[in-house]
């Protein structure tokens, strides 16, 4: 909630707040560095950088990022070694979120965007084919995991010509593990090999180059992303989420995930004022895919996804800060 003062303010409550904003501003002027969590993946890298530009031109707090991937960096975040993560994507580690959460190292500050996905999929033109590109349907009835072993044969791994390939996240994160036991539970792991590339853009562009030539694709993805905004793909069908399923063999679909803003608990004492600016800030899938669409197409970098948001979605992120921060922040996008 926005934080309202009365006009007329009693001494008790006018010097409480004057030692709170004089304490914030002098934090920010000592030098106060704020560490956020470089984790590797575009989405989070652009929303570290329209955070960066906001606390830095706006609250004065000089910003660091820390690179590493989910479970490193949650690590760091828990020990104080990291001060802010962006995009926790909470449901992918729940184990060490909740021991966190509980023993009060970590405070979740909500969501970062609210309709986040993720799950196995296949282009859309595999099942019914694409007339404009001259593409027939090759799999037609395809729907659902359990149909796949039938289709291994499309799904041909170029390195081994005996079973399929299923594309699966990047090294490190949390999904790589499930994804591999989601195949065995599945029973798919005899007609198809596990193929880990070894980051994100070699993910999207395994997926990005098989689209272009119309040719079949099987693997992981989640939304927000460039790909999933520009490219038709159709998710297979899992049977639904079930919390005790999901514990012993992840036989079903991914579980809706959270994607929060968590934080050191020590934040609070730290910087005050950040937190209540990471309270307010919340986005849209559809706002990151058109920043990571708007990347793709200009060559452009994180950092500067991160100024077009923030001359795009004005009405957007001034809602988020006092008004004398968002004149700071609109006076150095100039």
Partial sequence: MERKFPLLLVLCVLVPSLLFFTGTRAA??????????????DSVQVHNRIAKFILENGYGYKVQFTPGATITLFTG????????????WVENQQE???????EGSVIDLGANFPDSWQGWLVPTYV???????????????????????KYWKLFKDPEDPNKGRFFTCVPGWECEKINEKKIKAYGLDKTYNVFAPG???????????????????FGYYWAPTWVLGKFDMTPLEEPPYDPKIW????????????????VNSELLKKAPDVVEFLKKYETTQAMANKFLAYMQDNKASTEDAGKWFL?????????????????????ALK
Wanted: charged share 25%.
């Fill in 127 to 149: 099942i019914k084919g694409d007339p404009k590109r001259g593409i027939k349907p090759m799999a037609p009835d395809l729907k659902s995991v359990y149909d796949m072993p």
């Fill in 96 to 102: 060490a979120y909740d021991k966190a959460i509980a």
């Fill in 28 to 41: 920010a002027a000592s030098g106060d560095v704020l560490v956020l969590a470089d984790l590797n993946w």
């Fill in 311 to 331: 001359k795009t979605y004005d009405s957007v992120w001034t809602q988020w800060v006092p008004a004398e921060v968002a004149a700071k922040v609109k006076a």
């Fill in 199 to 217: 980051s994100d853009a070699a993910l999207n562009g395994s997926m990005a180059a098989a689209y272009k030539k119309g040719e079949p694709w």
């Fill in 77 to 88: 975040l828990v020990r104080g070694d990291v001060d802010i993560n962006m995009e926790c």
């Fill in 247 to 262: 514990k012993k063999t992840y036989k079903c679909a991914y579980p809706a995930v959270r994607v929060n803003i968590v």
